[in-house]
């Protein structure tokens, strides 16, 4: 992991290096890497909003991704006692600490201005300012997000006053105040408690909070054709894996919330839709739309939207047409 870091703050993989390739050059390296999946328990997942908008963006961010994964991989295997895991807790903190100290040199030199990224309407100009920004602030991210895997991993043998949180890293180490439009996002998970034999009557077995689609022949198609589309709409974060989206109409209740990235009453009309007008989802038990929907979606800070605002929310006039054509691929 240090060696690739190392390479692309100082030496021969540094994104800031001029040179004259572009998306012909970078695509096959891109599919050269392949993706390290990773062994572990995911506690978090990066929510950066920016396209990857060249091959040069998406070769880097897969890069960073694959050593980042390398090394937890590695080090979330190692059942190790107590001392050494406090060790190995101030050694990762200090050295996270150090590259965002360098990292943030090197945005400030180079005035890599992330709100312009999330501004810019043509990123061709000025590409290797917008691509260099864009590789950097997603190192930051992924630099912070390594540590708090490795802290929650082991978050009972660390004491609560060394207990770090994503705002410590902006705030305390860079400096900065969070940004409102990236982040670490909490992946949500529901803790099943065991049935106490004497309380098993009074639990509803009816009651499971999840949609099944009723479109069996032509399910697997559909449901992909809905989630690339919810992509390009903006709905839903690009990197977000469609096995995690598949559940929601598997009729097996959702231990991991969906991010809703777009509006909330987009969301809301898109069930209303599929529940009520196309009759394509049905719900489970005794539950709501809404029930299910608050259940299943959160927002982009990981929180849930809530049953009652969702329920509350009108039809959206600018993108009406949209979610009926979403609807309506799962028909």
């Given amino acids: 992991m240090n060696d690739t870091i190392e390479k692309?703050?100082?030496?021969?993989?540094?994104?800031?290096?001029e040179n004259n390739q572009?998306?012909?050059?970078?695509?096959?390296?891109?599919?050269?890497?392949?993706?390290?999946?990773?062994?572990?328990?995911?506690?978090?997942?990066?929510?950066?909003?920016?396209?990857?908008?060249?091959?040069?963006?998406?070769?880097?961010k897969r890069l960073i991704d694959n050593a980042i994964t390398k090394y937890l991989n590695g080090v979330l295997s190692d059942e190790s006692k107590k001392d050494i895991v406090l060790y190995k807790r101030k050694k990762l903190r200090d050295l996270?600490?150090?590259y965002l100290t360098d990292i943030k040199d090197i945005i400030a030199k180079n005035n890599l201005d992330l709100g312009v990224i999330f501004s810019v309407r043509d990123y061709s100009q000025a590409l290797l300012i917008n691509e260099c920004t864009y590789i950097f602030h997603y190192l930051i991210l992924s630099l912070i997000r390594m540590y708090m895997e490795f802290q929650q991993h082991f978050i009972a043998l660390i004491e609560s006053d060394k207990q770090l949180t994503v705002d410590d890293f902006f705030v305390q180490m860079l400096q900065w105040r969070k940004p409102e439009n990236i982040g670490i996002v909490p992946?949500?998970?529901i803790e099943i408690q065991p049935i106490q034999e004497d309380s098993k009557q009074k639990v509803k077995t009816d009651a499971v909070l999840s949609f099944t689609y009723t479109r069996l022949q032509s399910e697997s198609e559909n449901i992909n054709t809905l989630f690339s589309?919810?992509?390009?709409?903006?709905?839903?974060?690009?990197?977000?894996?469609?096995?995690?989206?598949?559940?929601?109409?598997?009729?097996?209740?959702?231990?991991n919330p969906i991010p809703w990235i777009g509006n909330k009453s987009d969301l809301a009309y898109l069930f209303k839709l599929l529940v009520n007008k196309e009759k394509v989802l049905?719900?489970?038990?005794?539950?709501?739309?809404?029930?299910?929907?608050?259940?299943?979606f959160v927002d982009k800070d990981g929180h849930h939207f809530g049953k009652d605002k969702l329920r509350m929310q009108q039809t959206p006039k600018k993108t009406a047409k949209a979610i009926e054509h979403f609807a309506y691929l799962m028909t």
């Avoid at 692309?8 to 290096?17: A, E």
Wanted: net charge negative; hydrophobic share 35%; glycine share 6%.
């Fill in 96 to 98: 996270v600490n150090s």
């Fill in 8 to 17: 692309i703050m100082r030496f021969d993989l540094c994104p800031l290096q």
């Fill in 229 to 255: 589309e919810l992509k390009k709409h903006g709905a839903i974060p690009t990197d977000f894996q469609i096995t995690e989206f598949k559940h929601l109409f598997s009729g097996v209740e959702v231990a």
């Fill in 22 to 60: 572009g998306d012909d050059y970078y695509e096959p390296l891109f599919r050269q890497l392949g993706k390290v999946e990773e062994k572990f328990e995911a506690s978090y997942r990066i929510h950066f909003e920016a396209p990857e908008f060249s091959s040069k963006v998406k070769y880097y």
């Fill in 187 to 189: 992946i949500q998970r």
């Fill in 282 to 296: 049905k719900i489970n038990g005794n539950a709501t739309i809404w029930d299910v929907v608050d259940h299943c």
